[in-house]
Every structure is written in structure tokens, then in C-alpha cells.
């Protein structure tokens, strides 16, 4: 099915939008983006140059994505989430000059598959967001956050795991995890490092 774009959109024509995509009202997608198939931009959502959007997204109303991200398929950035790309911003040079586009040079901010931005959440670039991670609602992430990790805070910190269908993980001995929903059972590797255990593997401790 084609995309679904509202009127009041206003969809740079050097974008490519995938099938069963759709954006909102008075989304704004600019140049060179790519909107993978069954992705949702919601109302007011700014996506800019030459981001790319993986396939069955969900980029919630009045989220920013400024380029150069780049956002994986299975994404999920909340209702007025902000990820930057400037470092160190400024609107003028030291002389005074106003700065233009050959004055600083943009960084992104890297989502991988899976993960989840809260609401309001601030994604400050350079940053990777792992894996099937979680952001909660209101937290500024200044540093890279592991794949699995559910992080909280200003700057955002670790406080848990979370497995694929979202919900944090229950610990079933020092290393092992299961998820409340699903069932599936996560490793610890170390502090900072979680994966998902097969089910051959499963079947290699029975």
C-alpha cells in the first residue's frame, strides 16, 4: 500500500516514504529522509536531512530527529523527545558572525532495534541507544546506553533491564533473567552487557 500523507504535511519531495507508511498532520520531513515501511510520524513530528527511519517506527507527536540520525527498524521515539546534533552549539562564532551551516558539523545520534525514547526524553549527541533499551520519560542520555538497559534520570543512568516486549526483567539466579511476559531468559555478561539465551542453548542446560 502506498504512503498515507496529510495534506498539511509537508514532505520534502527528495524523500522516499515506504508502503503502509504514514504521516500526520503538519509533520515535516526534509530532504533526502527515508521513512521505512509501516513507519508513523505523528503530528508535528520534524524529521531532518538525510535521516533514515527503519521500517514499522513510531515517531510520536512533536518528537525532533535531527540529522544525521539514524533510527532502526522496531523504533519508538515518544510525544516531544529531542535528539540533538551539536555538540557544543552556538549561534554565533566568537567574532560575533551569525553561524551558518559551514561554521559546525552535525553528529548524530544512533537508535538500534528495538529501543524506546520516552516522552521528553533527550537523546544528546554523539550518542548509541541499544538494542531493545529503554529511555524513560524526562531523561537527558549523555553517554551510550547498553543494549537491554532501561536507564532513568538527568544524566540517565542504568537501573535495570528490559527484555523485547518492554517490560523489566526478573532476576532468576546472579546471571540470568526472565522475562515476565514472554518467558525468555537473558545472560548478564557484566555490569554494562546483557543477551538473549537461545533455545538450543536452554536446551544444552536441561
Not at 87 to 108: C, M, Q, Y
Not at 156 to 181: D, F, M
Request: contains cysteine; aromatic residues 6%; hydrophobic residues 40%.
Amino acid at each position: 500500500m502506498d504512503p498515507r500523507i496529510a495534506t498539511s504535511a509537508d514532505v520534502d519531495p527528495t524523500s522516499r516514504c515506504g508502503p503502509d507508511s504514514v504521516i500526520w498532520h503538519l509533520a515535516q520531513i526534509r530532504d533526502d529522509v527515508t521513512v521505512g515501511a509501516g513507519t508513523i510520524v505523528g503530528r508535528g513530528a520534524y524529521v531532518g536531512s538525510g535521516v533514515t527511519i527503519g521500517r514499522n517506527c513510531k515517531i510520536q507527536n512533536y518528537a525532533l530527529v535531527y540529522e544525521p540520525a539514524s533510527l532502526a527498524d522496531g523504533v519508538f521515539v515518544g510525544p516531544a523527545a529531542v535528539l540533538t546534533n551539536d555538540t557544543f552549539p552556538r549561534a554565533i562564532n566568537a567574532d560575533g558572525s551569525l553561524k551558518s551551516a559551514h561554521d559546525w558539523e552535525p553528529v548524530g545520534v544512533t537508535i538500534l532495534e528495538g529501543a524506546s525514547i520516552g516522552a521528553r526524553a533527550v537523546c544528546v549527541a554523539p550518542v548509541t541507544v541499544g538494542r531493545w533499551a529503554m529511555v524513560a520519560a524526562g531523561a537527558v542520555v549523555t553517554r551510550d546506553v547498553p543494549d537491554y538497559a532501561l536507564v532513568v534520570g538527568v544524566p540517565a543512568r542504568r537501573i535495570g533491564w528490559v527484555g523485547r516486549a518492554g517490560q523489566p526483567l526478573k532476576a532468576t539466579s546472579n546471571e540470568h533473567y526472565e522475562c515476565p511476559i514472554t518467558g525468555e531468559i537473558y545472560r548478564e555478561i557484566d555490569a554494562e552487557c546483557l543477551e538473549l539465551v537461545t533455545t538450543d542453548e536452554l536446551r544444552g542446560t536441561e
